[in-house]
């Protein structure tokens, strides 16, 4: 079963949501047989890469909200990854355009270091002093490294704007298409969707509902035909 994750680096429910779900997936009794591929989707498009300002500031901004109330609800923010063991700076983080975290991302799943690296961005994003915005691509070249991908060749993909640009605006049209106008937003087996950073027991929920729905295979002709088994292959006697 294959279970994609549309998020963004920049989403807190993105970040408290994948703890949730990897609760409900750890308990799952069919959890090694779960491949899960993270799609990216971008919270601010538009921002230019470089444009860097504090989350408080972009909130009341975006949101016309006091400052008071954008930092009430950093600390909301803060309690819920606590409970789920995340920490979680509530105050001093910056925001910027992800659109290169997304690129990186794509390199990653080539190498079979995907989920590894979005949880180092995570991480730096929302627990760290440094931020993953204002350092530029060095910052992220050494969490590709810390992640296990090869820094040069980390840094070639950060060096070319077109590398990965496409297969990250396949993911945002394709969120569109299926109605993902928010995240995060988990599509299992394409057949079902969990929209927002759910309680784990709904995650827990759609996997085993996606599970058991899944189609038998149905077998065309099983009439004995000649075939190879772990005892060898049948072979025609004359």
Partial sequence: MRVEIWSDIACPWCYVGKARFEK?????????????????????????????????????????????????????LGAQA??????YRTRDRDHGNTFDMHRLLHFAKEHGRQDELIQLLYRANFAEERSVFA???????????????????????????????DE??????EAAQLGANGVPFFVLD???????????????QALTQAWGARSPL?????????????????VPQR
């Fill in 24 to 76: 409900a997936l750890e308990a799952f009794p069919h959890r090694d047989q779960v491949e899960v591929v993270h799609r990216s989707f971008e919270l601010d498009p538009g921002r230019a890469k470089g444009d860097v300002q504090p989350v408080l500031a972009m909130l009341t901004k975006k949101y016309g909200m006091s400052e008071a109330q954008a930092q009430s609800g950093e600390e909301n």
């Fill in 82 to 87: 606590a409970a789920e063991g995340l920490d």
């Fill in 135 to 165: 350092e530029g691509d060095e910052r992220l070249v050494e969490l590709a490294a810390e992640a296990g991908l090869d820094a040069e060749a980390a840094r070639a993909v950060l060096a070319d704007p077109a590398r990965y640009a």
């Fill in 168 to 173: 990250v605006r396949a993911d945002e049209r």
């Fill in 190 to 204: 394409r057949a079902y969707g969990v929209s927002g950073a759910q309680p784990a027991e709904v995650f827990t």
């Fill in 218 to 234: 149905t077998l065309i002709d099983d009439g004995g035909a000649e075939a190879c088994g772990p005892d060898g292959c049948a």
